[in-house]
């Protein structure tokens, strides 16, 4: 009877601790296929691209590297068109990086990505809009584009891509955004109407391929109803947005001490230094010349599209080499903001594109309605700035299909009264900014007047430079 009991006894055990270690698993705290620290899945050694399920406690460069790439494969949550009930939606400005590209670098003695940029809606990443939005773009005809943007292909179309052309997932990535903006603007706060008019748009990009594909693809997904006859999209030649105002001599000046700086930081860095040494090795170049040839462009585009890093007879490039390099990326952007060149830099630099929006936004609070709706189609060198010029510093470096959004609200309680709201790939970040950062302690309202952004772009964003306006802040050497 004993034997029995103690018998029946370790069979409950051993079935708990069954129980157990199945129930550890589904919950993720023992992995089933672990990772090795060069990222790589032992049983694929064509995956380079470790599942981080949450953020760490630290800097990971690999992490960072993921989030740059905001590869589209999970729902996004946003808090664009939150604000009081009483309040109403009267203007959206959208500043956007172009989603993601084959690289502008090609690592020297290595073969390229083997990245397909032909559009395929049966392969992932995919959209129900796509194959619909293939078919439109084909019938871009009656498009009225600006200058160079004419001769521009509508959508990327190229087996084999091109050196910064556009990827299908860089199409996904502004579909889903026009799509997410779409059901915030248009079907819940009725920004345009079933009838709305080429008027009521202001579409701007730089003459890009893969700017203009990304702003396509993200009005594809947004607009009530897609209108050829409707769509005017304008030419911008310089980067930053400066249009008529980009002869600031001071702006050059700040952004060479910053070049100056990413050097000094550069050289300093002795483990960077011996990865390029090892790299350079592995590919057979000189290592000056592998520096020059910024392999991390080229390195992220194996990584966000889940390729193996190239190798030759000698070697292969790993995610240690990858790592160390994205690592000093990341040093280099936290330096970046204590030393505040690049700051200076990005007040005069952004100043034209800031005093456009505001001029607009206070036409549309005097009761303009043109114009409420302006979609900016740019560059990682754009939002950049603007993101520190605004006092922004928390906020990440660009990421592919990164959004920065303005929106004017009016109070339903005093029309006369109006407020912004600014958000960053879905993140209401208005009160992190330099104008106002202690406004919402003595304020109830979730968002920021209209005036105190007024002010900041018209006064107080030259008070650094002891100046009164943009063309003395210019001209006006530092003491």
Not at 32 to 57: A, F, Q, Y
Not at 202 to 218: D, F, H, I, P, V
Request: one cysteine or more; hydrophobic letters at 35%; a positive charge.
């Amino acid at each position: 009877m004993l034997f029995r009991n103690r018998f029946l006894f370790l069979l409950a055990l051993a079935a708990l601790l069954a129980f157990l270690s199945l129930s550890l698993q589904f919950l993720h705290l023992i992995p089933v296929n672990p990772i090795r620290e060069d990222g790589l899945n032992p049983k694929s050694r064509k995956r380079i691209m470790p599942d981080l399920l949450t953020e760490p406690p630290v800097i990971d460069p690999v992490y960072e590297a993921r989030v740059y790439c905001n590869i589209p494969t999970i729902a996004e949550r946003s808090m664009e068109g939150h604000a009081p009930h009483y309040f109403k939606l009267v203007s959206v400005q959208v500043l956007i990086r172009h989603g993601d590209r084959y690289p502008l670098y090609a690592i020297p003695k290595t073969k390229r990505p083997d990245i397909d940029c032909m559009l395929v809606p049966s392969r992932k990443p995919s959209h129900p809009q796509l194959e619909a939005f293939i078919k439109q773009m084909s019938k871009g005809s009656a498009a009225q584009m600006d200058g160079p943007l004419s001769s521009l292909p509508r959508y990327p179309s190229h087996s084999l891509c091109e050196m910064g052309e556009l990827t299908q997932t860089g199409v996904v990535q502004h579909l889903r955004n026009g799509q997410l903006l779409r059901e915030i603007y248009i079907n819940k706060h009725k920004l345009l109407l079933s009838d709305w008019t080429a008027k009521q748009l202001y579409l701007e990009t730089t003459g890009k391929s893969r700017t203009l594909q990304s702003a396509l693809a993200l009005l594809y997904t947004f607009l009530p109803d897609f209108d050829w006859k409707k769509i005017t999209m304008r030419h911008q030649w310089s980067t930053i947005f400066c249009s008529g105002s980009c002869d600031c001599p001071m702006r050059n000046h700040y952004l060479e001490e910053e070049q100056r700086r990413q050097y000094s930081l550069r050289v300093k860095n002795n483990d960077l230094e011996k990865i390029y040494v090892d790299m350079a090795k592995i590919v057979g170049i000189p290592t000056r010349q592998l520096r020059a040839s910024n392999p991390i462009d080229s390195l992220l585009c194996y990584f966000c599209h889940n390729v193996s890093f190239p190798c030759t007879k000698t070697g292969c490039i790993s995610m240690e080499h990858f790592k160390v390099i994205k690592r000093h990326q990341l040093e280099d952007e936290r330096e970046r903001q204590e030393k505040k060149l690049y700051f200076f830099y990005a007040l005069l630099a952004t100043h034209p594109l800031l005093n456009q929006t505001v001029n607009r936004l206070q036409r549309i609070a005097e009761g303009k309605k043109e114009e409420v709706f302006v979609l900016y189609s740019a560059h990682d060198v754009t939002l950049s700035p603007v993101l520190s010029a605004l006092g922004i510093t928390e906020a990440r470096f660009p990421r592919f299909a990164a959004r920065l959004v303005f929106e004017l609200w009016q109070d339903g309680k005093r029309p006369k009264e109006h407020f912004i709201r600014i958000l960053y790939n879905g993140a209401d970040v208005t009160f992190q900014t330099s104008f106002c950062k202690d406004y919402y302690k003595r304020s109830s309202k979730p968002m920021c007047p209209l005036e105190k952004f007024v002010n900041f772009v018209k006064r107080d964003m030259f008070l650094v430079f002891n100046s009164t306006s943009y063309y003395d802040a210019c001209r006006r050497r530092p003491l």
